[in-house]
């Protein structure tokens, strides 16, 4: 069964480095998502992208974060300057055009010492 | 005001028992998604079923089936024959519909269930 895969998954990073996530969306999908978790907390959605731009964002997604799809397959989250408040868990989904449900990877694991 | 309202932390079932996760939540929007989504402890979501707000039946998959009560605004989750493997963290969510552009799900906190043997 297709599913959507997260690198790496566990990212430990120093205040202020960069640091980006990558995710493989299901092949025939057409919608990626970016959720985060902090530990212990409710899933919080980060950013939407459709046709290559993004489609929608949280206002937890500010001039931080930047998201890409460098080529047909990889989905990227980019953290510039990462802060000790980025620690989480954050989740690659996607789901297919004309359906709703989102499926998600298994996450990557972020902790900013 | 919180759009997903997951009344219950915890919860306690005995193996082969039905359970009932609770989950209301709160939109003007007349078209919706209601989903529930499976977090065991290695912290994957795993995606368990989905009712759309003018779906005229509750929705099943397997063991899992959501009440659907639109009038109360409740999608509760029923899990029957509980198994040992169920426990876990469940989480409901829902999507608003009336901006085509938005796809955000939207969470609530979660219900922690563990299944007794």
């Not at chain 2, 919706?32 to 795993?46: A, R, V």
Request: with cysteine.
């Amino acid at each position: 069964e297709p599913e959507v895969t997260q690198t790496p998954s566990h990212q430990v990073t120093q205040m202020g480095q960069e640091v980006i996530l990558r995710c493989v969306p299901i092949s025939n999908h057409l919608y990626f998502y970016w959720y985060r978790q902090i530990l212990g907390q409710k899933v919080e959605f980060l950013v939407s992208f459709y046709n290559n731009e993004i489609s929608e964002k949280s206002e937890i997604f500010d001039d931080q974060f930047s998201v890409e799809r460098p080529d047909g397959s990889n989905f990227t989250l980019k953290i510039r300057s990462t802060k000790l408040e980025d620690s989480a868990m954050y989740f690659c989904a996607s789901s297919a055009l004309g359906f709703y449900e989102q499926y998600f990877g298994p996450g990557t694991r972020l902790t900013v010492t | 005001a919180q759009k997903i309202t997951q009344t219950q932390p915890g919860m306690f079932v005995q193996e082969k028992e039905a359970v009932t996760l609770d989950c209301t939540y709160d939109t003007s929007d007349p078209s919706y998604g209601l989903f529930w989504y499976k977090q065991p402890s290695s912290g994957e979501m795993i995606f368990l079923i989905y009712q759309g707000s003018y779906d005229q039946q509750n929705a099943t998959e397997g063991r899992y089936s959501l009440n659907f009560q639109k009038a109360r605004k409740s999608a509760n989750l029923v899990i029957s024959a509980s198994q040992l493997g169920d426990s876990a963290m469940y989480f409901c969510a829902m999507r608003e519909f009336m901006d085509t552009g938005r796809r955000a799900l939207t969470f609530g906190s979660g219900t922690r269930l563990q299944v007794q043997p």
